[in-house]
């Protein structure tokens, strides 16, 4: 009997763990790329078109981008955190240079039972942005 407890609390228990969490984690993973996804193409939607028509320069609108990548994120987490996991857009960055925005996300999740601190997931996206003068 001891040596039947012996296995199943140092092989079948953690095994039984992993078995769980890494499918966990990579949902979890492939949602917050899905999310940090919508977030960088929802702010490339937001050219700036009357600058456009006027220089001929493609930007942003500065007050709008930020606000439509953080709305497509917390569109697409909620599912996420609902189930108790934690979802953060972490940042918004613009290469004006590169006509590209790219977005950085993280997540929590806790492993094996709770027994170890969370881990951090982090992803990022990108999405390039271009008008064309026909």
Known sequence: MVWNALVIVTVLLPL???????PRYFALRS????????????????????HYINTGETRLEPDRYAGEAAWAFDTAVTGLRARGYTANLDGIDLDEGADAVTTRASGTIRLFYNLIPPVTVRVTATSW???IRR
């Open 16 to 22: 039984a763990g992993l078995a769980i969490d890494v």
């Open 129 to 131: 942005y271009r008008m």
């Open 31 to 50: 949602r917050l790329q899905i999310a940090a996804d919508a977030g960088a193409e929802a702010a490339a939607r937001a050219v700036d078109i009357r």
